[in-house]
Every structure is written in structure tokens, then in C-alpha cells.
């Protein structure tokens, strides 16, 4: 893992992520090669990280800085990493609410996806999550419904924003919004899914 050429540590560190939990031992050349100057390196370290089993604090911490590398792949490798812990990534929760208003829409989508990954305990980004579901891009607008669904009975206050978009023109939102309000499963998410099969069938 010390090895001074690029490529064979951008390598070395892919290698490690396809092995997954039985690259433990390899973890704290891992999080070294999160410092490299290379984006290469980093990313691929960042993205092995996410890969191992039962991950430490430590881990979590250092993906969590990538989040804020200045390279953007990083950070969509590193938003995608945190999904694949779910919900030992809870302290990245304020970190992701952030990036739901980075102006990169993959992050903003990304984000999105991780914090319904979390799951209940990413309730605190339920209101930001609210407000992407009139996001201007489909993709993103979707992603946020897939969240709050993600969250569940928690994201209950979402249910008044997720009702309307039943009637949207993309089969792909009604689709991510039907299954948001079936998750978080209230009184009136469940009246509000009657009337819209009832209508569909």
C-alpha cells in the first residue's frame, strides 16, 4: 500500500474494496491513501472504505471528510459509501443534509438515497428532504421521495408534500411517491393510497 506509483495504489485500493470485510487489515493503509494528492487514490480508498463489513467510527469519520473533497467524484464516491454503512452512518446525517443543496445534482440525489438508507434516525432531514421534492430535476425529485420513504413513520410530516406528487406526470414519481406513503404508513398516507390505486385500477 506504500507503494510511490499512482496507479498501483489507485489499484491496490479497488483491489481491496472488491474483497470487502476481509480487507480489515488493510484499513489503516486505506484511510492513509484517503490523504493522497491523487483524486484517483482517494477515491478508490473512499469507495473500498464502504465496502468493508461492520465499519469503525473512525471509518465513518474519514468518509464523512471526503464528503467535502475538491474533487466531485470523491465526494459522490464517498455520499455512496455512507449509503452502504446505512445506519452506522448517522453522524454524517448533518453533513449529508448539507449536500442536499449542493448545486451538483448527483449529490443532491446521492444524499438524498443515503439518508433513506440511514434510515429512522436520519429524521432530522426530513424538512430538507421536503423541500428537494420540488427540486427542478426529476431524478432528484424521486430521490427524495425514495428517502422519506427510507425514513418512514418519522418523515409523517412529509405526508402533505408526498400526497400531490400521486398526480405527477412521471409513472417513476407516482411509483418512489406510492411506496414513501405506504412506508410511512399514517392514517392519511394510507387514504391518500386507497384513492390514487382506486383511481389507477
Known sequence: MDDPVTEVCANAAEALGLIGESSKQAVSGLLKLLQSQYAQ???N???ALGRIGNPTKEIVFALMNR?????????RVATIALGRIGKPAEP????LIQKLRSDDIQIRGLS????????AVAAPAVPDLIQILNDQNEKVR???AMALGGIGEPAKSAVWALIPMLNDQSEQIRG?????????GTIEARSALDRYRSNEK
Open 176 to 184: 418512489f411517491t406510492a411506496h414513501a406513503l405506504e412506508a410511512i
Open 45 to 47: 480508498a473512499t469507495g
Open 92 to 95: 454524517a446525517v448533518p453533513h
Open 112 to 119: 438524498a438515497i443515503v439518508l433513506g438508507n440511514i434510515g
Open 142 to 144: 424521486g430521490m427524495a
Open 67 to 75: 464528503l467535502n473533497d475538491n474533487d466531485s467524484r470523491v465526494c
Open 41 to 43: 487514490v482517494r477515491g
